[in-house]
């Protein structure tokens, strides 16, 4: 099996078709860098199926559509045909040769063929998995593919062994059992908490039936109790009222006559009052004058305290007076004795300071002239290194300026080649841009003719397209209408079948005759189902019939009778039945009946008079008294709206029964409803016929091919443009460089002459600077000198001066200090002699106030004993006012003693009143409670009650019972009572799921055995290929190497997943230290490469072989060790090389040349160079 053919169309550089024919031995493809040789080697990659656009060399899977050039446009499509010729049958099909085509539109879609055939890209990778010929396995190499297979980054080196081991297809079919395993892990587990709620509600149904059986056994013996024993109760309470009326009218003779006494008593009460408070009145008057004299009493006391106080204070300050005088003479003396010491020191001093003034200044003037002579000196050093600086750096700037100007004459030269040849080079751009220019500007007119046409074109589709569309919105509005229609006339026969079968609407008797039974009987119908109305008197017909309305109507009395016996032997409950032939021919009819109204078969109206015939239809029921009075034959009248009156006037009225008002007639509407939804379903169908072949034009129309082909026409016109404009910038840029050139040219002669003079005018000027430098040196030299000896001399005479001034500065510290004291000596005497006067002054004033104090006191002493007298008379007076006091209160309370006693009594007897009446009442209460208990429970009067209690129960313990009744219903709680019903469905359905869940988990357990036969199958052929691998690899290392060198494949022992185990490259060629395969020079790396490949080749040979420049890193010996290998194999292999090596050439049989003769457009020449040999 080989290669036959490689066809390209619009792949990458291959613009044109292009047919590349190969035979079944090496055919060697050349060219020049850039040319497009590699894109033969992608465009084998991507036909069999490469989704990676990197391995492509693109950054998207776009990019290998041909993108144009200058000279021509971008095509739309990718195409790429592949033939092989299966002569050996490796390919799994019936086909001896197969073509394999794949393309891509800028769209973004894609085609797969295999001979022509539409296919998926499964099926590609599919036929060639395991094969060797995959789009990423070893039958395609490149040179950077040496690498990564070496340093097996991503796993590559792991990939050429699962190819040769052919166990792809075994891991492919784990992961996807391995996928579905985990689906069935979820689906179980999702079936596990779908179980775990089912199992819940189960349990939870099953003791909800329980508690319904038990609620009903409760209820039924609690209902028996509870009348027994509230009738009883009710007796009781009964036999208690009379007893207690009697004494009700006792107790209010008593409070009649305690109501007499208690106001006699409270006018005695107040009387004594009255005069108590003139009493209080007088003892207040005596209480007030005698506490307003001991107020004087105290405030005269409180007086004589302060002043007491007041003398003392004075004494205590005279005192202290006395001892700051003392002390302050003292203080005195001694400040006068510093003062004449200090004056005595400062006259000493200022004659030294005197003396020492004088020698500081004659210092000074000594320092100042050496000073003033070192500075002078100082600066004419300065000066002078100034100049000396200057002259040095025009110096340099001369000898810079020198080299410059030396350097450009030597470039300037140069500089007047270049430039000539880039006018030259210039000018060549300007013609070429010139013809790019008319080529684009014929392109440009076709494509306007083409644009135009396209966008008629265009705005036809779009219109008749716009037209169609809002024809089918249109028509999908009726359908929807249609469709709306239909499922409101569906809904409303569901609504009413449901009420037809609901036991709310019909009596389960009724509905059990007329579901089970009804070909029995020649006539079997509720009344209600043969009378019919318009919808505005449906509620007066409903309270008309009333019950009637269930009435089962029957052909004859057999037949009332037949049903009658059905529903007693089946238990089903009791019905009443209506035979027609036992009917009369006509029944009495009132004037304004209810029968006016109604719609019946002539074969029922004999019914309908019987029932309807003598009920009134009254607009109000106000208006039915009175109908009625006036026609006696009426037995009852009904309104519109349901209310109805009989003649006895019991009025009947209230809320509708809405399903019950639509039974009327209901057999009748549902006929009706079924004709309306089929003709709406026929409609709707007509409507969908016509919108399909609406759908069908739309789709035929395609107004984004149109425009995606204008888009496309449109963006090559401006790229067109864009050209034109880049050509015509391109040409204003090179005329005007031309001139920047020649003017750049005129500016270089001049400036090169210019330089010539300047060099010339400047070696004298810088001999000049030289010499003047070397007479400044002298000189400098000479003034350091005499600048140092100024140095030692001022230093002598700064000394001098510093100790000078630091005595005169020592001498007039201490006169300050001197000063500082004696002025502190005379401020403190005047102090002190100013305090002694003003404490003398104090001390006076302080002995007059104590005088002034005890002449107070005698005052008060005297005013203080008039006072007490007259406080004692006040108290003997206030003493006597309180006894007569006394004596009234206690008279008062006296009254008031025996006046609680009868209001304790009345109160008493209110209270006794009180609760008499609520005894009455709590019983009276009581009894109608049990009464309202009776009729509110079980709807019936107590009176009506016959139940008793067991002979053996006592009332305390029927209440017991009766109250632990309730508890457990209150303890069971809210019964379903459809809970059996719902108990068996969810038990069936339990049942169902965890059938489901057992036939998930047997599921499992086969994948799991599949998932572990894939391992071991997988695992052996793996082994044992590697192990054929390894032993043809040393064999082909040597061949290639030498005999004793080293190599070797390992793997890993132990690995959790041995078809993921790592594999292990060793290389250690002879004479070099093994430091591990990446350490290997790029040729050495290659033929290790190379014998991996073909230790592969020799397991499981690969029917072609691709290999893109792998020799390029080959040294002449290599190349040639690397040509025979090829030359070896190619008995079995077919190879397609790609190289730039003549030795590699030179064993080819077939070879093609690519060339790019025009830029960006590949194309292909080839040869047979085993004919070429003959020929020659």
Not at 63 to 89: E, P
Not at 334 to 358: D, G, Y
Not at 711 to 739: A, G, P, T, V
Not at 809 to 830: F, H, P, Y
Request: hydrophobic share 35%; charged share 35%.
């Amino acid at each position: 099996m080989y290669i036959s053919e490689l066809e390209l169309h619009g792949f990458k550089s291959f613009a044109h078709k292009t047919h590349v024919k190969f035979d079944n031995g090496i055919t060697a493809i050349v060219g020049p860098n850039g040319c497009g040789k590699s894109n033969i080697v992608d465009a084998l990659r991507w036909v069999l199926g490469e989704q990676r656009p990197t391995l492509l060399r693109s950054s998207s899977m776009s990019n290998v559509i041909f993108n144009g050039t200058a000279k021509k446009k971008a095509l739309g499509m990718a195409d790429v045909s592949l033939t092989f010729i299966n002569n050996k049958g490796i390919l799994p099909v019936e086909y001896s040769e197969l073509t394999i085509t794949r393309r891509l539109y800028r769209s973004g879609e894609s085609e797969y063929l295999i001979n022509g055939t539409p296919c998926r890209l499964k099926d590609i990778m599919d036929l060639f998995m395991d094969t060797g010929m995959s789009s990423d396995a070893y039958s395609v190499i490149e040179l950077k593919m040496v690498e990564e297979i070496l340093n097996d980054r991503n796993n590559d080196r792991r990939r050429l062994f699962e190819e040769a081991a052919g166990v792809t297809r075994y891991k492919e079919k784990r992961r996807q059992t391995l996928r579905k395993l985990d689906e069935t892990l979820k689906d179980l587990q999702r079936l596990e908490d779908i179980l775990v709620e089912i199992r819940k509600k189960v349990r939870s149904l099953e003791l909800q039936a329980e508690k319904a059986v038990k609620a009903k056994n409760f209820k039924s013996e609690l209902e028996l109790l509870d009348k027994a024993y509230t009738l009883s109760e009710y007796k009781l309470i009964k036999g208690e009222l009379d007893p207690l009326q009697n004494r009700i009218i006792n107790a209010g003779k008593e409070k009649t006559e305690l109501a007499e006494s208690v106001s006699r008593l409270e006018a005695q009460e107040e009387t004594a009052r009255a005069e108590l408070i003139e009493k209080e009145r007088i003892e207040a008057e005596y209480k007030r004058k005698s506490t307003q004299l001991h107020s004087s009493i105290r405030d005269l006391e409180t007086t004589l305290r302060i002043l007491k106080e007041k003398i003392v204070n004075e004494e205590s300050v005279i005192k202290q007076y006395t001892s700051d005088i003392e002390q302050s003479q003292l203080d005195l003396q001694e400040l006068e004795a510093i003062k004449i010491a200090n004056e005595t020191a400062l006259e000493k001093l200022v004659e030294e300071i005197r003396k020492s003034e004088k020698s500081l200044n004659q210092s000074k003037e000594t320092f100042s002239e050496v000073q003033q002579k070192y500075a002078s000196k100082r600066h004419q050093l300065y000066e002078l290194e100034i100049t000396v600086s200057d002259l040095n750096q025009k110096l340099t700037g001369l000898q810079s300026s020198r080299i410059k100007l030396e350097s450009r004459l030597e470039n300037s030269e140069d500089d007047h080649s270049r430039i000539a040849k880039d006018i030259l080079l210039c000018e060549t751009q300007i013609s070429a841009s010139n013809e790019s220019i008319i080529q684009l500007k014929s392109e440009s007119e076709l494509l306007t003719a083409l644009l135009e046409k396209q966008e008629s074109e265009l705005n036809d589709a779009v219109k008749r397209k716009s037209e169609l569309r809002e024809k089918r919105e249109k028509v999908l509005e009726e359908i929807r209408a249609l469709k709306s229609q239909a499922e409101s006339a569906s809904s409303e026969i569901s609504i009413l079948n449901s009420i037809a079968d609901s036991n709310e609407a019909t009596p389960g008797s009724v509905t059990y005759l007329l579901e089970e039974h009804s070909e029995k009987f020649n006539l079997l119908a509720p009344a209600g189902d043969l009378i019919q109305t318009s919808e505005e008197f449906v509620f007066a017909l409903e309270a008309a019939l009333g019950d009637t309305i269930n009435f089962v109507v029957t052909g004859n009395l057999d037949e009332a009778r037949l049903a009658a016996s059905i529903l007693k032997e089946s238990g089903k409950g009791r019905a009443t039945f209506i035979p027609m032939e036992q009917l009369q021919s006509s029944y009495t009819i009132v004037g304004n009946s209810i029968l006016d109204h109604v719609d019946v078969h002539p074969e029922f109206r004999p019914l309908a008079e019987l029932l309807l015939g003598q009920i009134l239809l009254v607009s109000h029921i106000d208006d039915a008294v009175d109908q009625l009075s006036k026609n006696r034959d009426a037995i009852a009248a009904v309104t519109p709206g349901g209310d109805l009156i009989t003649h006895d006037l019991f009025l009947r009225g209230g809320s509708q029964n809405q399903q019950a008002v639509l039974r009327l007639g209901l057999k009748d509407k549902l006929d009706k409803l079924g004709s309306k939804r089929d003709l709406l379903t026929d409609e709707k169908h007509l409507k969908e016929k016509l919108l399909d072949d609406l759908n069908d034009q739309i789709e035929s129309i395609h107004p984004e091919l149109l425009r995606q082909a204008n888009r496309q026409s449109l963006q090559d016109y401006r790229e067109i443009e864009k050209k034109m404009n880049r050509f015509q910038s391109e040409i204003e840029i090179y005329k005007k460089n031309i001139d920047d050139l020649v003017k750049r040219q005129y500016d270089l002669a001049g400036s090169r002459d210019a330089a010539a003079d300047e060099l010339e005018e400047l070696q004298p000027r810088q001999k000049e600077h030289q010499k003047r430098i070397s007479q400044l040196f002298t000189e400098q030299e000479q003034l350091k000198e005499e600048l140092q000896s100024l140095e030692e001399t001022r230093a002598i005479a700064q000394n001098r001066y510093n100790d000078a001034r630091l005595k005169h500065q020592d001498l007039s510290n201490k006169t300050d200090n001197l000063q500082k004291d004696l002025e502190r000596a005379v401020n403190g005497i005047s102090g002190i002699r100013a305090r002694l006067e003003s404490r003398t002054k104090l001390q006076k004033e302080s002995r007059e106030r104590i005088q002034q104090h005890n002449e107070q006191i005698e005052t008060h002493e005297t005013r203080l004993e008039q006072t007490l007298i007259q406080k004692e008379s006040a108290d003997e007076q206030l003493q006597a006012a309180e006894q007569k006091s006394s004596r009234q209160r206690g008279l008062i309370l006296e009254i008031d003693k025996e006046l609680k006693e009868l209001r304790r009594r009345k109160e008493v007897n209110l209270e006794l009143v009180h609760h008499l009446s609520m005894a009455r009442e709590k019983f009276e209460l009581q009894a109608q409670n049990l009464a309202d208990h009776i009729w509110e429970t079980y709807e019936v009067l107590i009176g009506q009650l016959t139940e008793t209690l067991p002979e053996e129960m006592e009332l305390p313990e029927a209440k017991e019972r009766i109250s632990a009744l309730r508890q457990r219903l209150q303890r069971i709680g809210e019964v379903n009572p459809l809970a059996i019903q719902e108990f068996d469905e969810e038990k069936e359905r339990l049942d169902f799921y965890e059938s489901q869940t057992e036939d998930l988990h047997k599921a499992e357990s086969e994948m799991r055995e599949t998932i572990n036969e894939i391992n071991l199958t997988a695992t052996e052929r793996f082994t044992e290929t590697f192990e054929s691998i390894r032993h043809n690899f040393k064999s082909v290392f040597s061949t290639l190497f030498h005999e004793d060198d080293y190599c070797d494949l390992l793997i890993d022992e132990n690995p959790e997943d041995p078809l993921e185990a790592k594999i292990e490259i060793r290389a250690n060629p002879k004479g070099k230290r093994p430091s591990g395969i990446n350490q290997l020079s790029g040729g050495e790396k290659t033929l290790t490469a190379i014998a991996l490949l073909f230790a592969i080749y020799l397991v499981k040979p690969s029917p072609f072989c691709v290999l893109d420049e792998v020799d390029a890193p080959l040294d002449d010996a290599n190349i040639e060790r690397f040509a025979q290998m090829i030359r070896k194999f190619s008995d079995d292999t077919q190879f397609i090389i790609i190289t730039h090596n003549k030795k590699t050439m030179s064993k080819a049989e077939m070879m093609y040349g690519v060339t790019m003769p025009e830029i960006g457009v590949s194309r292909l020449v080839g040869v047979k160079l085993d004919e070429v040999a003959e020929a020659g």
